[in-house]
């Protein structure tokens, strides 16, 4: 029996096996054909590198070799070429078969059971080329109509450069025109002109090719007394039934009322002959407009003459192109306006999760975009060159600035709003209050035994209302000390230390109605009988929250902010002596830590590439231009002048807000002094800040956001003064 596939024309085969194996492999391709070349491997190493180089219409592989690894071969082979393409042959032995399946499963086509049977090969072999020629022939015939189909569209390259500029132009106005001219073009005729379908059911003039203005009433679709369709009109009637309109002749008998272009004519003395109507419809069909041209022209003599009934195909292509693309566009913008507003709830929904940060994130945009529009007004000086070129890249820096704080959305409510050092869930100074009522009632029940064994009244009450005194005025003290200040002095610390060395009696059991995870802190506690005696303000190991290695930034994000030990601390000495404000270094941590949120939130978002810098402008305006910003300490060189701009705009927003706990809301000279500092500094960039002042944004934002009493007289003048850049 004879291989037919191998028969008709030589055939080159590629064996992958151990020198036994080959010899098997041999005998039985010699026995069935003589026209097969073959090429044999040992090496497995060796079969991607030497199919890559020529071609072959079969491997085979004998998988009993302590060499091979038919698996790893097969899924090599298929990452190159598939199982239609070049089949896969695969022998092995009765003790293989797990082996055979393995290769199977990884994409062989057939195998050989060993010893090979040479009338079992023929067949196997047989099967594998057929499918190989079969492939090879429908590659043919697709090649074939491939070319074919090449030679068809190299005759519209024009409809099809048309087409290609339509679906790149993102300007409205220049696609209205540009779909008249090239129609115009395409036609040879005088000009056109396009209306558009209204949400009202009507054809809106849109664009012509003439200089002349735009009339402002529109066509009715639909007779609005009776509401039954309006077809007396070519343009409507292409409009109601989506079909082409073709009129020879304006000023002969026709079933359409042309006494409007009868009457334009007249006006103009144009004389309009020739009308041509087609409707642009995009996917579904839907009708969103009306191309109208007139007065086709001879190419070679230049008179007038009827629209050429073969080139009516290819306006209508050009007509569709136009609606699809016009479609598109307005697609494009929708999605636009539904991702910025996606945007703009999610930052005001953050916002509202925190009332004491009120509009921030909705402020902070809108003062970001006043001082980009500023810049992109100069035409002299540092910012001369900058500009937002497209309504992309506006539209790229609004999405990152609306994003500016997403993070925030991980950030705890407790510790945004954390107006007192012992905030929590709650305020803790009323546990600590509680614990002065103790001590009070334990001196008063002390003063009253005291009276009933005797003791002389007069002196135990004088005691009494001494250690009243004493209690009272150090309970105001820690509360006071609780509010947070611009900086503690030293001896204040000392004082909570020396009032924290009170004792107090506990009767009850501290561990009664604890969570799981607070129980779980306290495992390691030993339980001491009660009553117990308890420090007054203690910082105790149940206080200190450890932070878990899944709770560290990874170190692809390059961060290099000092991350602290714990997550939090509780300890309420370790909370009452922060020197500044209200915030621990986990609490400030946790709240810096939001801009690393926002790094992760976005790097992993696939911003197409007009959104690309999406991330940059949203996470670096906590980077500074001496590079000890956060999260990165990126330098003044990583830093565009669009993220100068936000960190402005952030810190600005901020200084100004009066919705914020932990201060006061700084009237306009305040706000601004601390950023001539900053800029003093190189905290911010000297040249937009300068910017944010002589362009007067600073007051247009003050004047539509900050309470009256905050906008005081600036001399701006006054911090102006240059700075090292």
């Not at 779909?179 to 809106?204: A, F, K, P």
């Not at 086709?296 to 009516?312: N, R, V």
């Not at 709650?426 to 005291?450: K, M």
């Not at 009243?468 to 001896?491: Q, S, V, W, Y």
Request: charged share 25%; with cysteine; hydrophobic share 40%.
């Amino acid at each position: 029996m004879k291989l037919d596939a191998l028969n008709s024309n030589p055939i080159a085969i590629l064996i992958c096996a151990d020198p036994n194996a080959s010899l098997n492999f041999q005998q039985a391709l010699l026995a069935s054909s003589p026209h097969c070349t073959v090429k044999w491997l040992e090496d497995p190493r060796q079969i991607v590198p030497a199919l890559l180089q020529d071609h072959y219409a079969l491997v085979l592989i004998d998988i009993d070799g302590s060499r091979i690894d038919g698996e790893d071969l097969v899924r090599a082979i298929r990452a190159h070429f598939a199982p239609v393409e070049l089949p896969v042959l695969i022998s092995h032995g009765p003790l293989s078969l797990d082996k055979r399946n393995a290769a199977l499963t990884a994409g062989a086509n057939d195998w050989l059971s060993n010893p090979i049977d040479t009338t079992e090969a023929m067949l196997r072999i047989n099967n594998c080329l057929t499918l190989g020629t079969l492939y090879r022939s429908n590659k043919a015939i697709q090649n074939k109509l491939e070319d074919e189909i090449k030679n068809r569209t190299a005759k519209l390259d024009m409809l099809i450069d048309s087409g290609l500029m339509m679906s790149m132009e993102k300007s409205r106005s220049k696609l209205l025109k540009h779909i008249l001219v090239e129609g115009q073009r395409l036609l040879n005729c005088d000009g056109g002109t396009m209306y558009l379908v209204t949400e009202e059911n009507t054809l809106r003039f849109a664009e012509r090719t003439r200089d002349d203005h735009l009339p402002f009433e529109e066509i009715a679709l639909y007779d609005k007394a009776t509401g039954q369709p309006n077809e007396m009109y070519a343009s409507t009637y292409a409009a109601l039934h989506n079909q082409t309109v073709i009129i020879d002749d304006v000023h002969q008998k026709t079933r359409f009322d042309c006494s409007g272009t009868r009457k334009f004519d007249a006006l103009t003395g144009y004389h309009t002959v020739s009308l041509l109507t087609v409707p642009m419809a995009p996917r579904g069909g839907k009708v969103i407009g009306i191309l109208q041209f007139f007065n086709a022209k001879d190419s070679s003599t230049g008179k007038i003459m009827s629209f050429p009934p073969d080139i009516i195909d290819l306006v209508g292509a050009l007509a569709a192109q136009a609606a699809v693309a016009l479609d598109n566009l307005q697609l494009v913008q929708n999605q636009k306006d539904t991702t910025e507003n996606i945007i703009r709830i999610m930052a005001e929904a953050l916002d509202s999760k925190s009332p004491h940060t009120g509009h921030h994130c909705v402020r902070v945009p809108e003062l970001a975009f006043m001082l980009a529009e500023a810049a992109c007004k100069e035409t002299h000086g540092p910012l001369a060159d900058f500009n937002f070129a497209s309504e992309d890249e506006w539209f790229e820096f609004r999405v990152g600035a609306w994003l500016h704080d997403c993070g925030k959305v991980t950030t705890p409510e407790y510790v945004i709003e954390k107006a007192t050092k012992l905030d929590t869930i709650h305020n803790r100074i009323h546990e600590i209050r509680t614990r002065f009522e103790v001590l009070l009632r334990d001196a008063e029940i002390a003063c009253l035994q005291a009276r009933l064994r005797g003791q002389d009244e007069t002196a135990v009450n004088a005691t009494f209302e001494q250690r009243k005194a004493e209690l009272m005025d150090d309970f105001a003290f820690i509360a006071a000390c609780n509010l947070g200040k611009e900086a503690m002095h030293p001896a204040d610390i000392e004082r909570i230390e020396t009032i924290a060395q009170t004792k107090w009696l506990r009767h009850f059991d501290d561990r009664l109605g604890l969570s799981r995870d607070e129980l779980h802190r306290r495992q390691g506690e030993t339980q001491t009988p009660l009553p117990v005696e308890e420090f007054l303000l203690s910082d105790k190991a149940c206080h200190v929250i450890p932070r878990k290695t899944q709770q560290k930034p990874r170190a692809e994000l390059g961060i290099k902010m000092t991350v602290p030990e714990n997550l939090y601390n509780y300890g309420e000495l370790y909370n009452l002596s922060v020197q500044k404000g209200t915030l621990t270094l986990e609490d400030r941590y946790k709240i810096n830590e939001h801009i690393i949120e926002t790094i992760k939130m976005l790097e992993q978002l696939p911003f197409p590439d007009t959104l690309k810098r999406v991330p940059e402008y949203a996470t670096t305006h906590h980077e500074t231009l001496d590079g000890q910003g956060y999260p990165r300490r990126l330098s003044a060189s990583d830093l565009s002048i669009p993220a100068r701009i936000m960190a402005i705009a952030d810190i600005f927003e901020a200084l100004t807000s009066a919705d914020r706990p932990y201060k006061q809301p700084y009237k306009l000279s305040k706000s601004l002094k601390i950023l001539h500092d900053m800029k003093l500094k190189r905290h911010i960039d000297p040249d937009l800040f300068d910017l944010f002042l002589t362009s007067g944004t600073y007051r247009k934002f003050a004047e539509l956001f900050l309470e009256p009493g905050q906008i005081d007289d600036v001399d701006i003048s006054a911090f102006l003064s240059s700075a090292s850049h």
